[in-house]
Nanobody, 122 residues
Framework: QVQLVESGGGLAQAGGSLRLSCAASGRTFSSYAMGWFRQAPGKERDFVATISWSSGGTAYADSVKGRFTISRDNAKNTVYLQMNSLKPEDTAVYYC???????????????WGQGTQVTVSS
């Protein structure tokens, strides 16, 4: 079992930055791939970024590539999402997720956090 708690969301202006954190419980955190997803009102939950258990592999949605960076600190059981050059269309609830396989699909993750709101004003 893995429990995930996101933090760091809030209000930012377009062009600004936010850093999301996701703290995980459980001794097997380092063996899980981690992902960030987001869901805007009335829309499906979309893939944002993922990182392998060893930090050796990362992948990003085209819409955030070059602006967002995913990283993890296995010693702290925490995964991060650094968001730069924010745009109003980045406004959504952001969720972190964990699974042994991971990937870009929502169905690929068994464990989810409760989400944190990110609002970007123009």
């Amino acid at each position: 079992q893995v429990q995930l708690v996101e933090s760091g969301g809030g209000l930012a202006q377009a062009g600004g930055s936010l850093r999301l954190s996701c703290a995980a419980s459980g001794r097997t955190f380092s063996s899980y791939a981690m992902g960030w997803f987001r869901q805007a009102p009335g829309k499906e939950r979309d893939f944002v970024a993922t990182i392998s258990w060893s930090s050796g592999g990362t992948a990003y949605a085209d819409s955030v590539k070059g602006r967002f960076t995913i990283s993890r600190d296995n010693a702290k059981n925490t995964v991060y999402l650094q968001m730069n050059s924010l745009k109003p269309e980045d406004t959504a609830v952001y969720y972190c997720a964990a699974d042994r396989l991971g990937g870009r699909r929502v169905a690929g993750y068994a464990y989810w956090g409760q989400g944190t709101q990110v609002t970007v004003s123009s």
